[in-house]
């Protein structure tokens, strides 16, 4: 798994609790090849889950990714899979990670659920 | 009409924005990207200062947020001061002040971007440039782990590949391009060679192109990180045929195994290549400040980021002192975190700790950060509503101008506000304990 900047997770990452940065940023592109071994169509949803978490997001096709690798938009959807472990310099590995990727039927968690678990609470 | 504004997004600056604003607000704005645009037109915003009460954050006035801060720090053992990236240096130079004042750590968001090249480059040192020297004069370009037409949308009009310069009149039919990734990017579209790596073979892929470069091919086997050696030697005559080369690096890089180990073998790919031609390289900057804040740190502590005011005296050692190392090894009991959102953006296991110490919250926009603070202070745009020194990713530093009023104060002025806090409650106590 790899994560990074894409267009329109840089356009939305100051409003990260619009549903323009939940579109943008809770997908997960695979190759065309994997996309098609896993039965995915579009708006079908994969289950990524590593030693470092589990999360869901939206299947997309990507004709620039070769077989075996998923790309996630960086930020809060990818980082349920990244470790903690900085190597001694600071640095999370934000990329190279190890995850097993299957098709689901559970939703994809926005962002307020993404973080129900971390004590959050609304706005009085 | 506001003419040749400078976009606060990313670390290209771009000086050529123009805003229609009318009745106070923006309306229009021209030649930005869709980042740019985005940001300068503006979209929801926190209106209120707000302090967690029984479990709900409620409104409260801006003083009453700073004392309430204050506290915060002072009763901290050892405080995290981070973010930093997207306010001005002038913001960041009062940060300073504050982590020195109460005893903490201040790091910047660079160590989860950009940090292994700052690292790299306290090795070996940067052969740099600025972007208008690549713009006039760059004839060949390699665009290494990073992809600028999402990341730093108007980076090759303005100032590399698709520029047009003094000695580069042909734009991008005179330049040669070369993208290194892992995927075909939408930069890697725009390549004369596209070259795709394993994912984490960054370091054997350069020193396979340094020994090459060095006229030691013998030594390189035929397939390096998935690059045929003919194909390598190839992009080593392109490089050296160069009469001024650049190199741009970005998180593809920095984030993958070797990390700063990449930068510094990279670099002494370039130092090789200056044996033969000119070359520079550069970090592609990110956020539109995360240099200003590691020149302001280096100037005023002599490190770049991740510094432990903790001691007495400034103090560095990343892996020990970084944000996310503190975290995750739970060695700080409480957390500023300003101008950037910190839950969102670091590994959810090291986010999770920030759920357990009090958070104080410096930022215009709501966010997941905002969700788990205990005081949140809401603050004017750098750049769209108040002004400061930013530095483009080439490290020239550029002022950026406030285009509309804005009620809140600036992020220098909440940290003034903090600090004067800091020092009333400090006299408090002393003259109670007399």
């Known amino acids: 798994m790899i994560s990074g900047r894409t267009l329109a997770q840089g356009a939305g990452c100051e409003s990260k609790m619009s549903p323009e940065f939940f579109k943008a940023a809770a997908v997960c592109h695979l190759s065309e090849k994997d996309f098609k071994s896993l039965e995915l169509s579009e708006g079908k949803n994969v289950l ?3 030693e470092f978490g589990q999360v869901v997001l939206t299947a997309k096709a990507d004709a620039g990714l070769p077989d075996s690798m998923v790309f ?3 930020g809060p959807w990818a980082n349920v899979i990244v470790g903690k472990e900085t190597g001694g310099c600071g640095t999370p590995h934000f990329k190279g990670l190890e995850v097993e990727v299957a098709a689901t039927n559970s939703p994809v968690l926005n962002i307020r659920e993404l973080f129900s678990g971390m004590g959050v609470s609304g706005y009085v | 009409m506001i003419k040749d504004a400078v976009c606060s997004f990313c670390g290209c600056l771009c000086d050529d924005i123009n805003v229609e604003v009318e009745g106070g607000m923006v309306k229009r704005v021209r030649h930005a990207c869709r980042l740019g645009s985005s940001k300068i037109m503006g979209h ?13 954050l409620a409104a409260a006035s801006f003083q009453e947020a700073y004392d309430r801060a204050a506290q915060i720090l002072l009763a901290a053992a050892k405080p995290l001061l981070y973010g930093w990236a997207s306010t001005s240096c002038e913001a960041a130079k009062k940060g300073i002040l504050l982590a020195e004042e109460v005893g903490g750590v201040l790091d910047s968001t660079a160590t989860v971007c950009h940090g292994p090249s700052v690292i790299g480059i306290e090795e070996k040192g940067l052969p740099g440039a600025t972007l208008g020297q690549v713009k006039n004069r760059a004839d060949t370009i390699v665009f290494w782990g990073c992809n600028p037409a999402e990341a730093h949308p108007r980076h090759s009009l303005r100032y590399s590949s698709n520029s047009c310069g003094r000695f580069t009149p042909q734009g991008r039919e005179g330049r040669k391009i070369i993208v290194v990734d892992v995927r075909e990017t939408r930069t890697a579209k725009n390549a004369d060679k596209f070259v795709r790596i394993a994912p984490g073979s960054d370091y054997e892929v350069i020193s396979a192109l340094r020994m090459l470069v060095a006229g ?3 030594v390189v086997p035929e397939d390096v990180g998935g690059v045929s050696k003919a194909d390598l030697a190839d992009i080593a005559a392109t490089l050296k045929a160069a009469r001024f080369g650049a190199v741009f690096f970005g998180l593809g890089i920095t984030h993958s195994r070797g990390r700063y180990k990449n930068i510094d073998n990279a670099l002494s790919l370039v130092a090789e290549l200056n044996s033969h031609t000119k070359f520079v390289i550069m970090p592609m900057r990110g956020h539109y400040n995360v240099g200003g804040i590691g020149q302001v740190l280096a100037w005023s502590s002599g490190y770049p980021m991740s510094v432990d005011f903790t001691r007495g005296g400034p ?5 020990e002192t970084a944000a996310c190392d503190l975290l995750a090894r739970r060695d700080v009991d409480a957390a500023l975190i300003i101008a950037a959102d910190a839950v969102s953006n670091f590994p959810r ?3 999770e700790a920030l759920a357990d110490i009090p958070v104080i919250q410096i930022d215009p926009y709501e966010n997941p950060t905002t969700q788990l603070s205990e005081v949140v202070i809401p603050c004017a745009v750098v750049g769209v509503e108040a002004e400061g020194t930013a530095y483009r990713m080439d490290g020239l530093a550029l002022r950026l101008r406030k285009l509309v009023d804005s009620i809140l104060p600036s992020d220098e ?9 800091v020092h009333k409650q400090r006299l408090l106590r002393a003259n109670e304990e007399a």
């Open chain 1, 48 to 50: 990524l889950k590593n």
């Open chain 2, 315 to 319: 103090y560095f050692n990343p892996g």
């Open chain 2, 413 to 421: 002025e909440i940290l003034v506000g903090i600090l004067e806090s």
């Open chain 1, 72 to 74: 996630i938009p960086m």
């Open chain 2, 216 to 218: 030691k091919g013998d």
């Open chain 2, 44 to 56: 929801g915003r926190i209106e209120s200062p707000m302090i967690r009460k029984e479990g709900k």
């Open chain 2, 349 to 351: 296991a090291t986010a």
